[in-house]
């Protein structure tokens, strides 16, 4: 990708500049001990800490170092994936620290995604809940459990925005909303690295995938990015460089390319932007064997070209790829490659290392004591069945069918998902241990105790044609009271290299729905997914939809806790379901379109429409149920004109109006009405979480600054207009109240 005038401006209007801080006692202190240290190290052990390897203890893909231990001792690995347990930890950094050369500490990197030992929900799910604080802890706890058992560095957050539920890594992100995932990805670096980054509890995170993995072509894995640079800098950047503003120590590089430029050979992405115009000064590090597969991308002629294209774009670490090791040396004697460029590589990750305080002891991080009471503890446990369930959202409750009538004496638990502990974890679920999981059934039955009677019927496989359980589970349905019957995705189903073409309920588990549904008997969807799925059928004929995600390590007790009403659900979808696949994708804040469609004729001829399905979603982002109503007042500005300087109030009564207390989660959405180039229909730019008690009212307030309404214009400023403007308040983006106001 070639630098240019506009791609500068564009950088520099979005991002604060490089400013070189003012150096501390501390940075001198670090400084001259990392030049001594590298006074005295050869090539290779300089070449050395540019590498991570996979220590063959938890492989995530394929191997392609088996001598570790001798690349360990020779200062030839100054890094390791996939290693964790305080023992074997331990035994691996002995190895560098006391029988290599310099005795340098290596970093033990792992994905810990939504959790390490204690599982929360995916991410998506978390991002249901809009609790900044609970992301935060959720990963302040994982943090606290991967320190406890040896790893001083996680793969995470993920912050791809993504608008494709095909992608099978949407389980990932906080969805497709540019303004909440900024939101949530910083919380989730404070999660991680807590204040002091050399505590022995914290880690330092990763931020992925550099750049806009989250949108490839086909909603295929590993596919090629395309689009503008005004789409790439408006929506698709701002959370990678929230995660660094608020400290992220280290950078991994994606997959995919952008305008025909891998990412792992981008020097626009990841020295003009990242470090010169963004001034982040951590480390870079590839994905897994992504320098390699530059020869597959068909950028490099050979595995040392594509070391050199990689070391020149400002590519620190190579994960996996032993390409550096291979070829890094001969390329300085080349002169393809500066040893400047090694040197600064190699200082940026031994300042990581003396931050973590891993020169001042390498087997902090080591200790089994600790291992043994941090890791699930109760309050770990307790922390995860309430998250699970703040991050359920109630889709559908036609006739109040939820909560559970306390007065029925049977439940029929009906279907794949009901009672599989391997598939609760979802996808990369770290170290959890899914056997520890609480099954939709386990939660019922223990919920139910000996007052109600709980059966279970299996009826079908989660894939597959077979349809001979299906009389089983009628009959179970027709002897219940009602019937909860968990459908969905198998965990394997999301996750890397899990893309769906089709992203309906898969093998006949909606042929099994009709068939229970058939039977008269109330029916209530409890859904188990990593991503937004089309199920109008099933939207259409259950009494009551829960999307319950893969919860984690709690999945069972927190649904149960909804179902039951001990919970009043509050979650809202922060990721659009789409009617059919043909919608995708599909996002609430998209352009109108100089033919968009009439309300009032949605199927008008010439119009941006389809023949055969509704542009509208089946449920839109921020839609989400509760178990009371809430009605909203009008919106109330405090003026209607006002100057660029000016601060915008905006507010409204919110009200619950049913019979329950309970938790709304109020959402802010603008709209600049004429601009100097299209703008999207709505943008979400604030919300705020209300507690109200049956009866109660609130006035919610919201402040509105010029910083919310700019946008990248002709000229790539990145600024706000003059003129007319709409903000609108309700519980979701398609609905709600509005207010006029004007920029003067």
């Not at 929506?235 to 792992?264: C, H, Q, R």
């Not at 109630?394 to 502990?421: E, F, Q, R, T, Y």
């Not at 507010?651 to 989660?665: F, H, K, L, Q």
Request: charged share 25%; proline share 4%; glycine share 8%.
């Amino acid at each position: 990708m070639k630098k240019s005038v506009l791609f500068v401006l564009a950088c520099v209007m979005l991002m604060s500049g490089c400013r070189k801080k003012a150096e501390t006692t501390d940075d001198r202190k670090m400084n001259s001990f990392i030049n001594e240290l590298m006074a005295k190290m050869t090539i290779d052990e300089k070449i050395g800490q540019l590498n991570l390897i996979v220590s063959g203890y938890n492989v995530s893909g394929p191997v392609m170092a088996t001598d570790y231990e001798k690349l360990i001792r020779e200062g030839k690995a100054g890094n390791v994936l996939d290693a964790f347990g305080a023992d074997y930890v331990k035994s691996l950094q002995k190895m560098a620290v006391e029988e290599s050369r310099l005795h340098i500490p290596m970093l033990f990197g792992h994905d810990v995604i939504h959790g390490h030992r204690t599982i929360f929900p995916i991410n998506l799910a978390q991002a249901c809940s809009w609790d900044l604080d609970a992301i935060e802890k959720s990963d302040r706890i994982a943090a606290t459990e991967a320190t406890a058992e040896g790893i001083n560095w996680v793969y995470s957050p993920m912050v791809d925005i993504a608008r494709d539920p095909r992608w099978g890594r949407v389980m990932e992100g906080a969805g497709e909303d540019t303004w909440l995932g900024c939101k949530i990805a910083a919380a989730r670096v404070r999660g991680f690295q807590g204040k002091n980054l050399a505590d022995n509890n914290t880690v330092m995170a990763c931020v992925k995938h550099f750049a806009a993995y989250g949108a490839p072509q086909a909603g295929r894995d590993y596919n090629t990015v395309d689009m503008s640079m005004r789409s790439l800098l408006e929506w698709y950047l701002p959370p990678y460089k929230a995660a660094i503003d608020a400290g992220a120590g280290s950078v991994m590089t994606s997959f995919n390319e952008i305008a025909g430029v891998p990412s792992s050979s981008n020097h626009w992405l990841l020295t003009d932007l990242l470090r010169n115009e963004w001034g982040f000064r951590g480390f870079v590090v590839s994905d897994y064997t992504s320098i390699w597969e530059l020869l597959q991308h068909g950028v490099a002629a050979d595995s040392a070209d594509a070391g050199r294209l990689a070391l020149n774009a400002g590519l620190d670490m190579d994960m996996e790829g032993k390409i550096y090791l291979d070829h890094a040396k001969e390329l300085i004697k080349s002169g393809k490659v500066s040893e400047n460029t090694i040197d600064a590589y190699v200082r940026e990750i031994l300042e990581a290392k003396y931050k973590l305080g891993l020169f001042d002891d390498p087997y902090r991080y080591c200790d089994s004591r600790r291992e043994a009471t941090s890791v699930m503890t109760p309050e770990a446990i307790a922390f995860a069945r309430w998250f699970a369930a703040k991050s359920m959202v109630l889709l559908k409750n036609s006739g109040n069918i939820l909560p559970l009538n306390p007065d029925i004496k049977c439940i029929a638990v009906i279907g794949p998902l009901g009672d599989s502990k391997r598939d609760m974890l979802g996808g990369w679920s770290s170290a959890g241990d899914w056997r520890k999981c609480v099954t939709l059934l386990e939660g019922i039955r223990s919920k139910a105790g000996n007052k109600i009677k709980v059966t279970y019927t299996k009826g079908c496989e989660i894939t597959g044609s077979a349809t001979d359980g299906f009389n089983e589970a009628v009959t179970a349905a027709i002897k219940a009271d009602i019937v909860i019957l968990a459908l969905g995705e198998s965990a394997d189903m999301t996750g890397e290299a899990s893309s769906r073409a089709e992203i309906n309920l898969p093998g006949v588990q909606s042929k099994l729905a009709d068939a229970i549904i058939s039977t008269g008997r109330p029916t209530a969807v409890v859904l188990f997914n990593g991503r937004p799925l089309t199920v109008p059928e099933i939207d259409q004929k259950a009494g009551a939809i829960l999307e319950a995600w893969f919860g984690g390590t709690e999945t069972g007790n927190a649904a149960a806790d909804i179902l039951f009403g001990d919970v009043n659900p509050s979650g809202k979808i922060t990721m659009t379901f789409p009617r059919s696949v043909g919608q995708v994708p599909i996002f609430y804040n998209c352009k109108n379109t100089g033919r968009p469609i009439s309300p009032a004729n949605p199927r008008e001829k010439f119009k941006s429409n389809y023949l055969d399905c509704p542009n509208t979603p089946l449920y839109p982002f921020g839609y989400g149920l509760s178990y009371t109503t809430f009605s909203y007042s009008d919106v109330r500005l405090d003026k209607k004109n006002y100057t660029g300087a000016d601060n915008i109030v905006a507010s409204t009564d919110v009200t619950n109006t049913g019979n329950r207390d309970g938790e709304e989660i109020v959402q802010l959405y603008i709209r600049d009405m004429v601009g100097d180039v299209t703008r999207p229909v709505k943008e979400l730019k604030g919300f705020s979480k209300v507690m109200l008690k049956k009866g109660e009212k609130k006035t919610v307030i919201f402040n509105i600054n010029p910083s919310d309404l700019s946008y990248y214009h002709q000229d790539m400023s990145f600024t706000w207009d003059k003129g007319d403007f709409r903000v609108f308040i309700g519980p979701n983006s398609s609905e709600g109240k509005s207010a006029d106001f004007t920029i003067e």
